[in-house]
């Protein structure tokens, strides 16, 4: 295939309800979204997960903007693509700038498996025809307010709950959720919001049978994780840690995870997140797909990569109508017994809804 042209798109889509981290809460979701044609027609699309501000990776939606305008497309503009492995590739001269680069390799797969007629999760070799969820709340006011959300989520048949945590809403919360859920999965997300120091803090969480504790200590480290896993119970699971293969290799070499959260834009795209499946599954690490709030499309490919094999946790793929009023693809995700169907038709599976994505446009540029 040939890339004929790339539109960008800045949407804007309003939360349900405010997400809140240890860095902060979002009342709206603002993200790139790439719809991109090659010669003989066919349209793929592709989303950013960088957020406005660079407080989970460095990357934001404007450098995302600009490393795909000034480098990305015009290194991928008419150039002859066999294969979607092959971005990396084109790419290598661009370090880093994960988000951003997969923004457009998702769009190029979906390109791919409709020219190869076969579903995204078909083309990456996924075994299941229905995937296991979880759901990831956020910080909320109070105690009795946190238990109420899990207790919501817990009947809509979400198979796994993931709060977040941080100094001084840490304990005292799980303590409580556990005395209210003692027998429901359940996993906490820090955020990168402790240190070694510590430590004896995060061994009480042992006492709690949490299935694992999200990256606690730094974005960037894995020597101090694995000094802290060394003295914990509870599995650590890595996030912002993992930002390719090579990173994951690593984290298990040190022993500094028992389990890894893949997110594909984190990681440079689904290539690159198939291959650290691979490698996890060899190396008898369990791995699930993570969350960035996604929109329908991003969602759509989380869908396909977690019908892989080694995807043996629920991951952060919640159905449309916790986030939106009303998301951009047709149909939207559902989730049904904490399950959703993996689509079985050509492409990504899910129709995106131009109607509905030039109401949440607030800024369009095309490229030629
Ligand atoms: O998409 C979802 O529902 C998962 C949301 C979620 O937990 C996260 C999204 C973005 C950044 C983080 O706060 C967090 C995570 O770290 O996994
Ligand atoms: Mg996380």
């Known amino acids: 295939m040939k890339i004929k042209e790339v539109i960008i798109r800045h949407l804007k889509m309003r939360l349900k309800n405010p997400f809140s981290t240890s860095f902060g809460t979002f009342h ?14 066919t349209i793929g699309w592709g989303e950013s997960v960088a957020f406005d501000a660079p407080w989970y990776t460095e990357e934001t939606l404007k450098t995302n903007w600009h490393m795909l305008e000034d480098f990305i497309i015009p290194l991928l503009l008419n150039k002859e ?19 951003a680069k997969s923004a457009i390799e998702g769009a190029i797969w979906d390109i791919y498996t409709q020219q190869t007629n076969q579903s995204l999760a078909q083309a990456l070799g996924g075994k299941k025809d229905k995937i296991e969820v979880g759901i990831s709340i956020g910080i909320q006011e109070t105690i009795e307010k946190q238990i109420e959300v899990v207790d919501r989520a817990i009947k809509d048949g979400y198979k796994r709950i993931k709060v977040k945590i941080k100094p001084g809403r840490d304990i005292e919360i799980i303590r409580s959720l556990r005395e209210h859920f003692p027998d429901v999965p359940l996993m906490a997300d820090a955020n990168s919001a402790y240190s070694l120091k510590d430590v004896k803090l995060l061994k009480q969480l042992d006492e709690f049978n949490l299935t694992m504790i999200e990256q606690p200590l730094a974005y960037d480290d894995i020597i101090d994780h694995a000094k802290l896993q060394k003295q914990i119970k509870t599995p650590i699971c890595l996030d912002e840690s993992i930002n390719s293969l090579e990173d994951a290799k690593k984290a298990i070499e040190l022993g500094s ?13 689904i290539t690159e997140a198939k291959k650290i499946h691979d490698y996890c599954e060899e190396k008898n690490i369990p791995v699930w797909c993570g969350g960035m709030l996604e929109s329908g499309i991003g969602r759509a490919h989380n869908i396909a990569l ?41 492409g990504i599976g899910y129709e995106p809804n131009i109607d509905i994505i030039n109401q949440y446009t607030i800024a369009t540029k095309i490229y030629r």
């Open 28 to 41: 709206d979701k603002e993200f790139l979204l790439l719809e991109v044609k090659e010669e003989k027609g």
């Open 81 to 99: 693509i066999h294969h979607p492995d092959n971005i990396t590739d084109l790419l290598k001269g661009i370090r880093k700038n994960n988000m």
């Open 257 to 269: 995870c028992g389990v890894i959260n893949i997110k594909i834009g984190r990681v440079g795209g």
């Open 306 to 346: 977690t019908s892989l094999s080694n995807f043996v946790m629920p991951g952060d793929t919640a159905g449309s109508n916790h986030y939106w009023e009303q998301d951009i693809i047709n149909p939207e995700v559902v989730v049904e017994d904490g399950c959703i169907l993996v689509p079985q038709k050509v």
